[in-house]
């Protein structure tokens, strides 16, 4: 919202400046986005959040200030109350609808030209001058945060001179013409302001064509109103008529407050238009009981860590015009009508933090008991790969989890995720692997690097499920598919995993060197000289990708493969004799818990050649070390 | 050739080798299996007599350890010569060396290592939750109901599958509760997604980094403890803290965290947009109502949620300006990290 400095003033002698004022509300109340300069005056660019509807107003705003500034607020906040002999006006509405609904009309009305004080806080406010009537219902939205809505009386009585006027929700197909001059077709989901004929006015949103006020306006019909915000925020969105209105709307409105700037806003007419009031109707809550929010000390001082002094935190809520109660519960803390916001002990647990200072909090470290922290194979096997694959000249890539719409030319789409509501042809589909995301990010170097490895360890988006994915591609070097196969090797020796490759056809893999990675029965993934069609189409020479399912793989992985009891098992065997010049493993692989080893023993003398009857005690004894490791020799 | 021929031979051609190689080509051509002498060794049972047989030998003998001599001395002598060639050599060390051939991992992915130790000290567990998501554990348990206007903070990619991409990393929050018992201390550094135009400074797809801490007595002094921890290792010693109000639906109270800037100390520079301060992450104290979706009592136990946008902050912290650098998949830019 754009506060006008100087409007600010009206309503407390603020001593410093816009952009001090502007640092403090950012530090203790509400973001300022920006301070502008426009003429002689300094604009606060307020970014108001959706708990603080209140202040969407500079007498909200105001309000804020005076208890951070511990300052007066001057302007006195009056209510509006019906004199005796106005007559009673016809009306409508249903309170799911319209919470509190009023109407009044104001009769004998001059037409002038705005104020040009009041046009130019509308023009700095960011809104536009449209007539005197237009205008001062805006600017009372400005000053006082509740939108308000002037029919023209006369047109109104001649469409239905029994001024019956109904809140209700639109007849599916219900049509209106709106002030923009747009023929607005309405659903049962959107609220009309409607008289026996018909709507004059999409409620919260915008007002009829047929009713508008203008410069020959006599009789003017006032609204104001507290509608359901959602409804409001889902026919706004859908009419594309967001405006100051519908924003405020949206946002928590008070009754009180309405009669307030109802007061103020029948005030300036008669000042600048020489209106009278002759007749006033509310229907619904004029004002709105609730039950205290309690404050307890414990749960105060539990979240700001250190004791807050009950006088500190009384003086706070004072300041911010709470009701305040001490009582056996706690204290008993009844927020002001304009704070819609604050309905749980922790809200009020914000209010009195920000107004004690954030600054004053001390740190306060965390205790030392350890949460237990299990292994997390997924996380330590991420970090493992990505370095040994760097370690292997491999730079990673980080690619969008979308297909590009190139991409998409060699995929099928029936197979794939789609995105409801893309924001281009480039995020319509999740990507289903990385292959197709690595072969562009491989296309976008080679004109650089007539070589290069590049790999990518991020989540993919098949229809089965996401999952962990690591991809790796090369291009520019001879037999890339050997390339490949020696990284996939090395890498998968490393996690100590064997696998097999099995022949596989696929779309975007060479014809005869692609295959299956197989972990047992676990399939882990592809690997294989990138198709022609591709490489042809992503202008890549000898160019080869594997991807793997890095889920499985963590899982298969074995962090210290091998070595314990194997490992010691070895070293026994070379220590049996000198006769044994070497051991070394063969071949092993998983089967469920079993783990199956091939070992290799060298026989060799350096003196005469070895017998059988060298060599079978040996043997012998080599059984007997397995049996000892837990191990079924089988010769 | 006559054996005095060979050795004669010998002599001249160990005497003119200059290299280690070629001297053992030499110690082959002569004393190999099948060198020279073992020629002359063969014809020693054809001689007629005992006599000439032995004299023949006794010279091969001879010649043997003459030649075995000479290529010794010549070994020696080349040696020599190399340690001095090297002490006389000149050579400048300051020149490039070749490339090795070392690989890079991906900027994002060395800070998520980075971070990851810094919270791991602190007891933090590393967790993941779904990028597709439901609205259920992305919005509706995080206190922002179906339609509220809350929403417009996270413009939301929705997927025809009914699901949504997620818009925070703050999904792991009730997932995690539900799963665990406090004491909690969770981590998440990881992808999210918003319905977002691309630009300098934004894109439809980027990380955040958030933790989730539920014990007894939690409270804003551990956030603030925990904001100068990190910020301070991130951003230096110098680097100060400070909370401003900010609103989360999922926390209660909510605050945004500011880094002085460490380029200028607070003063206002061209990198914090003369603001003194960079707006870095946001936290607050998990609200009672979340909590007790993810089934955790709010009167016995208080938690809070820390979090911020990697991208953003190796952006100021490396002088990186353009955000599109992180995805752009271009070596020129991968290879400096």
């Given at each position: 919202?754009?506060?006008?400095?100087?409007?600010?003033?009206?309503?407390?002698?603020?001593?410093?400046?816009?952009?001090?004022?502007?640092?403090?509300?950012?530090?203790?109340?509400?973001?300022?986005?920006?301070?502008?300069?426009?003429?002689?005056?300094?604009?606060?660019n307020?970014?108001?959040?959706?708990?603080?509807?209140?202040?969407?107003?500079?007498?909200?705003?105001a309000?804020?200030?005076?208890?951070?500034?511990?300052?007066?607020?001057?302007?006195?906040?009056?209510?509006?109350?019906?004199?005796?002999?106005?007559k009673?006006?016809?009306?409508?509405?249903?309170?799911r609808?319209?919470?509190?609904?009023?109407?009044?009309?104001i009769?004998?009305?001059?037409?002038?030209?705005?104020?040009?004080?009041?046009?130019?806080?509308?023009?700095?406010?960011?809104?536009?001058?449209?007539?005197?009537?237009?205008?001062?219902?805006?600017?009372?939205?400005?000053?006082?945060?509740?939108?308000?809505?002037a029919?023209?009386?006369?047109?109104?009585?001649?469409?239905?001179?029994?001024?019956?006027?109904?809140?209700?929700?639109?007849?599916?197909?219900?049509?209106?013409?709106?002030?923009?001059?747009?023929?607005?077709?309405?659903?049962?989901?959107?609220?009309?302001?409607?008289?026996?004929?018909?709507?004059?006015?999409?409620?919260?949103?915008?007002?009829?064509?047929?009713?508008?006020?203008?410069?020959?306006?006599?009789?003017?019909?006032?609204?104001?109103?507290?509608?359901?915000?959602?409804?409001?925020?889902?026919?706004?969105?859908?009419?594309?008529?967001?405006?100051?209105a519908?924003?405020?709307?949206?946002?928590?409105?008070?009754?009180?407050?309405l009669?307030?700037?109802?007061?103020?806003?029948?005030?300036?007419?008669?000042?600048?238009?020489?209106?009278?009031?002759?007749?006033?109707?509310?229907?619904?809550?004029?004002?709105i009981?609730?039950?205290?929010?309690?404050?307890?000390?414990?749960?105060?001082?539990?979240?700001?860590?250190?004791?807050?002094?009950?006088?500190?935190?009384?003086?706070?809520?004072?300041?911010?015009?709470?009701?305040?109660?001490?009582?056996?519960?706690?204290?008993?803390?009844?927020?002001?009508?304009?704070?819609?916001?604050?309905?749980?002990?922790?809200?009020?647990?914000?209010?009195?933090?920000?107004?004690?200072?954030?600054?004053?909090?001390?740190?306060?470290?965390?205790?030392?008991?350890?949460?237990e922290?299990?292994?997390?194979?997924?996380?330590?096997?991420?970090?493992?790969?990505?370095?040994?694959?760097?370690?292997l000249?491999f730079?990673?890539?980080?690619?969008?989890?979308?297909?590009?719409?190139?991409?998409?030319?060699?995929?099928?789409?029936?197979?794939?995720?789609?995105?409801?509501?893309?924001?281009?042809?480039?995020?319509?589909?999740?990507?289903?692997?990385?292959?197709?995301?690595?072969?562009?990010?491989?296309?976008?170097?080679?004109?650089?690097?007539?070589?290069?490895?590049?790999?990518?360890?991020?989540?993919?988006?098949?229809?089965?499920?996401?999952?962990?994915?690591?991809?790796?591609?090369?291009?520019?070097?001879?037999?890339p598919?050997?390339?490949?196969?020696?990284?996939?090797?090395?890498?998968?020796?490393?996690?100590?995993?064997?696998?097999?490759?099995?022949?596989?056809?696929?779309?975007?893999?060479?014809?005869?060197?692609?295959?299956?990675?197989?972990?047992?029965?676990?399939?882990?993934?592809?690997?294989?000289?990138?198709?022609?069609?591709?490489?042809?189409?992503?202008?890549?020479?000898?160019?080869?990708?594997?991807?793997l399912?890095?889920?499985?793989?963590?899982?298969?992985?074995?962090?210290?493969?091998?070595?314990?009891?194997?490992?010691?098992?070895?070293?026994?065997?070379?220590?049996?004799?000198?006769?044994?010049?070497?051991?070394?493993?063969?071949?092993?692989?998983?089967?469920?818990?079993?783990?199956?080893?091939?070992?290799?023993?060298?026989?060799?003398?350096?003196?005469?050649?070895?017998?059988?009857?060298?060599?079978?005690?040996?043997?012998?004894?080599?059984?007997?070390?397995?049996?000892?490791?837990?191990?079924?020799?089988?010769? | 050739?006559?054996?005095?021929?060979?050795?004669?031979?010998?002599?001249?051609?160990i005497?003119?080798?200059?290299?280690?190689?070629?001297?053992?080509?030499?110690?082959?051509?002569?004393?190999?299996?099948?060198?020279?002498?073992?020629?002359?060794?063969?014809?020693?049972?054809?001689?007629?007599?005992?006599?000439?047989?032995?004299?023949?030998?006794?010279?091969?003998?001879?010649?043997?350890?003459?030649?075995?001599?000479?290529?010794?001395n010549?070994?020696?002598?080349?040696?020599?010569?190399?340690?001095?060639?090297?002490?006389?050599?000149?050579?400048?060390?300051?020149?490039?060396?070749?490339?090795?051939?070392?690989?890079?991992?991906?900027?994002?992915?060395?800070?998520?290592?980075?971070?990851?130790?810094?919270?791991?000290?602190?007891?933090?567990?590393?967790?993941?939750?779904?990028?597709?998501?439901?609205?259920?554990?992305?919005?509706?348990?995080?206190?922002?109901?179906?339609?509220?206007?809350?929403?417009?903070?996270?413009?939301?990619?929705?997927?025809?599958?009914?699901?949504?991409?997620?818009?925070?990393?703050?999904?792991?929050?009730?997932?995690?509760?539900?799963?665990?018992?406090?004491?909690?201390?969770?981590m998440?550094?990881?992808?999210?997604?918003?319905?977002?135009?691309?630009?300098?400074?934004?894109?439809?797809?980027?990380?955040?980094?958030?933790?989730?801490?539920?014990?007894?007595?939690?409270?804003?002094?551990?956030?603030?403890?925990?904001?100068?921890?990190?910020?301070?290792?991130?951003?230096?010693?110098?680097?100060?803290?400070?909370?401003?109000?900010?609103?989360?639906?999922?926390?209660?109270?909510g605050?945004?965290?500011?880094?002085?800037?460490?380029?200028?100390?607070?003063?206002?520079?061209?990198?914090?947009?003369?603001?003194?301060?960079?707006?870095?992450?946001?936290?607050?104290?998990?609200?009672?109502?979340?909590?007790?979706?993810?089934?955790?009592?709010?009167?016995?136990?208080?938690?809070?949620?820390?979090?911020?946008?990697?991208?953003?902050?190796?952006?100021?912290?490396m002088?990186?300006?353009?955000?599109?650098?992180f995805?752009?998949?271009?070596?020129?830019?991968?290879?400096?990290?």
């Amino acid at each position: 919202m754009k506060v006008p400095y100087s409007w600010l003033r009206d309503f407390i002698n603020l001593r410093t400046s816009a952009e001090e004022v502007a640092s403090d509300l950012s530090l203790s109340v509400i973001g300022v986005d920006s301070v502008e300069t426009v003429g002689k005056e300094k604009v606060l660019n307020l970014d108001v959040t959706y708990n603080r509807g209140d202040l969407l107003s500079i007498a909200g705003l105001a309000r804020e200030l005076s208890a951070m500034y511990n300052l007066k607020y001057k302007v006195a906040e009056e209510v509006f109350k019906s004199e005796e002999g106005l007559k009673i006006l016809n009306i409508k509405a249903d309170s799911r609808l319209s919470k509190t609904y009023t109407l009044t009309k104001i009769e004998n009305l001059r037409y002038k030209s705005t104020p040009a004080q009041i046009k130019s806080r509308l023009e700095l406010a960011g809104m536009r001058s449209v007539n005197l009537w237009a205008d001062l219902t805006n600017y009372a939205m400005l000053e006082w945060g509740q939108p308000l809505h002037a029919f023209d009386a006369e047109k109104v009585t001649r469409r239905d001179p029994t001024l019956s006027i109904e809140v209700r929700l639109a007849k599916n197909g219900e049509k209106i013409k709106t002030l923009d001059g747009s023929e607005r077709t309405l659903t049962s989901q959107d609220m009309v302001i409607a008289d026996r004929r018909g709507a004059i006015a999409v409620a919260g949103a915008m007002g009829g064509e047929e009713t508008e006020v203008d410069e020959g306006t006599k009789e003017i019909l006032l609204e104001a109103a507290i509608f359901d915000p959602l409804r409001i925020r889902n026919t706004a969105r859908k009419l594309g008529l967001r405006s100051e209105a519908s924003h405020r709307f949206e946002h928590y409105l008070s009754p009180e407050n309405l009669i307030i700037s109802l007061n103020k806003v029948l005030q300036m007419f008669e000042v600048y238009g020489k209106g009278k009031v002759t007749a006033y109707h509310l229907v619904g809550e004029d004002s709105i009981k609730s039950d205290p929010v309690v404050l307890r000390q414990e749960i105060l001082d539990r979240a700001a860590g250190v004791k807050i002094p009950v006088s500190t935190v009384k003086d706070a809520l004072k300041l911010l015009n709470f009701k305040i109660l001490s009582s056996e519960r706690g204290l008993l803390c009844w927020p002001p009508h304009y704070r819609g916001d604050i309905r749980i002990t922790e809200d009020v647990v914000e209010e009195v933090l920000r107004m004690y200072g954030y600054q004053n909090i001390p740190a306060q470290p965390l205790k030392t008991s350890l949460a237990e922290a299990p292994e997390n194979p997924l996380e330590d096997w991420r970090d493992r790969v990505t370095h040994n694959l760097s370690g292997l000249g491999f730079n990673e890539v980080r690619t969008y989890s979308f297909l590009s719409s190139k991409a998409l030319l060699h995929s099928s789409p029936k197979e794939l995720i789609k995105v409801k509501n893309p924001i281009s042809a480039e995020t319509e589909y999740l990507r289903p692997n990385l292959i197709l995301n690595l072969t562009e990010a491989a296309q976008l170097n080679v004109n650089r690097f007539s070589s290069g490895k590049i790999f990518e360890l991020e989540k993919v988006y098949p229809r089965e499920g996401e999952y962990l994915s690591l991809g790796a591609l090369l291009w520019g070097f001879k037999q890339p598919f050997l390339v490949l196969k020696g990284v996939l090797e090395e890498l998968l020796e490393d996690a100590g995993i064997n696998f097999e490759l099995r022949p596989v056809k696929l779309s975007y893999l060479h014809p005869t060197q692609a295959a299956q990675i197989w972990v047992g029965k676990h399939n882990l993934g592809v690997i294989g000289a990138l198709h022609p069609h591709l490489s042809n189409s992503y202008d890549l020479q000898d160019a080869a990708v594997f991807e793997l399912d890095f889920d499985i793989l963590s899982k298969l992985a074995q962090r210290f493969p091998e070595k314990h009891p194997l490992g010691k098992l070895i070293a026994d065997i070379s220590a049996l004799s000198n006769l044994i010049a070497e051991v070394k493993i063969k071949d092993r692989y998983l089967k469920e818990e079993m783990r199956s080893v091939t070992l290799q023993v060298t026989f060799q003398s350096l003196e005469r050649g070895l017998g059988d009857e060298d060599v079978k005690p040996l043997r012998e004894k080599i059984n007997g070390l397995i049996k000892k490791n837990h191990g079924i020799p089988r010769n | 050739m006559n054996i005095e021929d060979l050795r004669k031979q010998a002599k001249e051609e160990i005497a003119q080798t200059g290299t280690t190689d070629k001297l053992e080509e030499l110690h082959i051509k002569y004393l190999g299996r099948k060198g020279a002498l073992s020629t002359f060794l063969a014809e020693i049972p054809e001689l007629p007599n005992q006599k000439d047989r032995r004299k023949a030998g006794l010279l091969i003998n001879e010649v043997k350890n003459e030649i075995e001599a000479f290529l010794q001395n010549k070994d020696r002598e080349l040696k020599t010569k190399s340690i001095q060639v090297a002490a006389s050599s000149s050579f400048d060390i300051t020149e490039p060396g070749l490339p090795a051939g070392l690989g890079t991992s991906h900027p994002l992915t060395q800070f998520r290592e980075y971070v990851r130790d810094t919270f791991s000290k602190l007891g933090f567990e590393e967790v993941s939750a779904p990028h597709m998501e439901s609205d259920e554990y992305n919005f509706a348990l995080l206190n922002i109901p179906q339609d509220h206007p809350s929403r417009d903070l996270w413009d939301t990619l929705y997927l025809e599958n009914g699901q949504l991409l997620r818009t925070h990393t703050s999904n792991m929050q009730v997932r995690e509760m539900e799963e665990r018992k406090p004491p909690i201390r969770v981590m998440t550094f990881d992808r999210c997604f918003r319905y977002e135009n691309i630009d300098l400074k934004h894109s439809h797809t980027f990380s955040q980094f958030e933790v989730l801490y539920v014990d007894e007595n939690v409270s804003m002094g551990h956030l603030r403890a925990l904001s100068d921890i990190f910020l301070k290792q991130v951003f230096g010693e110098k680097t100060q803290t400070r909370f401003r109000p900010k609103y989360y639906p999922f926390v209660e109270p909510g605050v945004g965290v500011d880094a002085l800037c460490p380029f200028c100390e607070g003063r206002g520079c061209k990198v914090c947009g003369m603001a003194g301060w960079f707006e870095i992450a946001g936290a607050g104290l998990v609200h009672p109502q979340v909590l007790k979706n993810g089934g955790i009592d709010p009167e016995k136990y208080s938690g809070l949620a820390w979090g911020f946008g990697p991208e953003r902050m190796l952006m100021i912290k490396m002088g990186i300006d353009d955000i599109r650098h992180f995805s752009s998949g271009d070596l020129r830019f991968l290879k400096q990290f």
